[in-house]
Every structure is written in C-alpha cells, then in structure tokens.
C-alpha cells in the first residue's frame, strides 16, 4: 500500500478551493508526529496555517517555487530546533515527507516548498521572512512548508522505465544492479 501511494504521488501547485477538514487535517499532523528521528530526540515542530492572509504572506517566502502556496487551503510549516539533534535536517525532512505520503493517502495533494538556504530578497533569507510572520521563536530552522489541498490538476504517475536507475549501483560505484 505504502509503495502505491509513492509510485502515483506527485508535486501538485494547483488546489481547488475547498478548505481541507479538520480530521484529515489532525492525520496529517499525527503523521509528522510519528515520523522517526535520530535517537527519538524529535527536534522538529510544526505550525498549521489555514489562514488564507497569512497563506498568501507566506507565499512570497522566496522569488520562485512558493507562490502556489497563496492558492492552497493549508500550508504545513516545518522546522526544528538545531540544539536538540544535529539531525534536524533529515528528521524534518522525514517528517515533510510522512506529511506527504499521508495526504496522498487522504486524496490530498501536495508539493514541498524548500526554505532552508533560500532568500526571501537581496537581505532576507526566507526563513528569517517565515519566522517573523508567524512569530516562531529565534534560534529555530525552517525547512520546508508543505502546501497541501484537495488536487486542481491532474499528473499521471511517473514511468517506471523513466526511473534513473544510472543512479543505481550494486556492492560498489559503477556496478549495475
């Protein structure tokens, strides 16, 4: 069941307008808390927008690949603390990605919005611009949000044959599988 939902899941930037409901919503956020993390030390936290203004604030987080987020009925924000793992990044990340795979479970759509290491302009960085909209504590680290909604557009899954399977080695660099 688990590799079906991965085989059809795809980035979607187009959400009807219908307000995601609150119990598929409570899913999504029982996914995240369940995701693993190094050592169970769980740096990663979470904010819930449904707001549609500060949705659309939050959707000129950077220049390019967020603007989508003004039009989506829920957006997920990722972040951690970095003083509790130094794996904050692969636990958000985990967590950003149960997020997903839950959604597609639930006939949501989907798409991350990477923010660690982007720039909101010239002097801001995108997570500086998320942390004071939604007044997320100093010292914390944005990953990611997660714009989710109920699929505007339509994507048929990816080939299999079309896989990168180059990518792919067996016992060694340059033995294929």
């Known amino acids: 069941m688990v590799m079906s939902l991965i085989q059809k899941r795809r980035s979607i930037r187009k959400f009807k307008t219908n307000p995601v409901e609150p119990e598929k919503v409570d899913t999504l ?18 904010v819930v927008v449904t707001d549609k203004d500060i949705l659309e604030r939050l959707s000129r987080a950077k220049p390019y690949g967020s603007a989508f987020l003004g039009n989506a009925p829920l957006g997920i924000v990722v ?7 130094d794996t904050w990044v692969e636990d958000t990340s985990i967590a950003a990605t149960y997020i997903q795979l839950a959604a597609e479970s639930l006939g949501l759509g989907s798409c991350w919005i990477q923010i660690r290491n982007r720039m909101h302009d010239e002097t801001l960085t995108a997570e500086d611009y998320i942390v004071e909209i939604l007044q997320i ?12 909604g109920y699929p505007d557009e339509e994507k048929p ?19 294929r599988h």
């Open 29 to 46: 956020v029982e996914a995240a808390l369940r995701a693993p993390s190094s050592r169970r030390l769980q740096p990663w936290e979470f």
């Open 137 to 148: 504590p100093k010292g914390r680290k944005v990953e990611a949000i997660i714009a989710v």
């Open 79 to 85: 972040y951690a603390d970095p003083t509790t793992a």
């Open 157 to 175: 899954p990816h080939k299999k044959e079309d896989l990168p399977f180059e990518k792919l080695h067996l016992n060694s660099f340059g033995e």
